[in-house]
């Protein structure tokens, strides 16, 4: 959508209802694709399923930080409004998600729809989401050939601060696994039975425990999330019982989230992740660069570095990257 120098429709900002989704869907790819080209990358194909789901999750668990920008021709000759009482009809142009675990504040997404880019309009979704967490811990990621993104976060306090290696491909050859130390426990045998059974308080205390020592909060709606999109999760104990780690893959090639108590253990931990499925197509991490166990694993298993890297920023550490990898850019 384009106009006039002028005579550009007001924006009001929402919050984000599940019909507005698909909307959303479509800003997100017409955002990326913009941008991608501006920086050399060939147009993105529109694939809305695994990212509506993502959506639907945001919305579902933090539906207070997710608004839509709506922008409305018959409302031409008024002044931008905020809110939006009436649930009235419009075109979204752009929408923001962030989410709180805890102490943290995490920014999911925050795109506009080329055309309405350059008028403010993303550091008003930003400051409204970011009003009343004074308190929190503020992460985002961002792509790295973002100059504006980045400078606009960091104008809250959210600076760059670690790299993020997205690795993609299929392993050449065997991968080397667990040591013999180290027994991998599929969720799957944990979580038989009742849900108040041995099984499923024992992986959620693990999870729980482990999340907090690494990540620095518990997220077990995350984990309900990965659970529901058929993610694939191994607890790793010790020969004495102990949990020492966990980490998931799965039949379409995602890995992560890993988090381990030694970060020795993130190289095998890895391997046996590859090891454990084969994709329909090509693996593919998000890697922070202090996971150098991770990323030796799977350089090494001949996975390929993609090409701009991503960024983790905060205004105040809150995790220990050297022991966990995320689950996406948009939620850790």
Do not use: K
Request: aromatic share 8%; hydrophobic share 45%.
């Amino acid at each position: 959508m384009t106009t006039a120098p002028g005579t550009e429709p007001p924006v009001r900002l929402r919050p984000a209802r599940p019909g507005d989704l698909p909307a959303c869907v479509g800003v997100w790819h017409a955002g990326l694709t913009e941008y991608g080209l501006r920086v050399g990358r060939p147009a993105m194909p529109l694939s809305s399923g695994p990212l509506l789901g993502l959506l639907g999750h945001l919305l579902a668990t933090d539906p207070q930080g997710f608004l839509v920008a709506v922008a409305d021709a018959a409302d031409a000759g008024g002044a931008p409004m905020d809110a939006d009482p009436a649930g009235a009809g419009g075109q979204v142009v752009g929408f923001v998600s962030a989410l709180l675990r805890e102490h943290v504040w995490f920014l999911a997404m925050l795109f506009v729809q080329p055309g309405y880019q350059e008028r403010g309009l993303g550091r008003r979704l930003l400051s409204r989401v970011l009003a009343g967490s004074e308190d929190a811990t503020h992460a985002t990621c961002t792509d790295s050939a973002q100059p504006i993104s980045n400078a606009l976060y960091s104008r809250f306090g959210i600076m760059p601060r670690l790299p993020v290696l997205e690795l993609v491909g299929r392993p050449r050859g065997a991968v080397a696994g667990l040591p013999g130390s180290i027994r991998a426990v599929p969720f799957e045998l944990l979580r038989a039975g009742p849900s108040d059974g041995p099984g499923p308080l024992r992986l959620a205390a693990s999870l729980e425990r482990l999340d907090r020592a690494t990540l620095g909060y518990a997220h077990p709606q995350d984990h309900d999330y990965l659970a529901a999109q058929g993610r694939l999760g191994y607890l790793y104990e010790a020969g004495d019982g102990r949990v020492v780690g966990y980490g998931y893959t799965s039949e379409v090639g995602r890995l992560g989230p890993i988090a381990v108590e030694d970060p020795g253990l993130m190289g095998p931990v890895t391997g046996h992740l590859l090891g454990s499925v084969r994709p329909a197509g090509a693996f593919s991490a998000w890697i922070p660069g202090s996971a150098s166990g991770a990323l030796a694993a799977l350089l090494e298993a001949g996975l390929l570095l993609e090409d701009f890297p991503a960024l983790v920023c905060w205004d105040r550490p809150f995790a220990d990257f050297e022991r966990y990898v995320p689950i996406t850019l948009a939620v850790l």
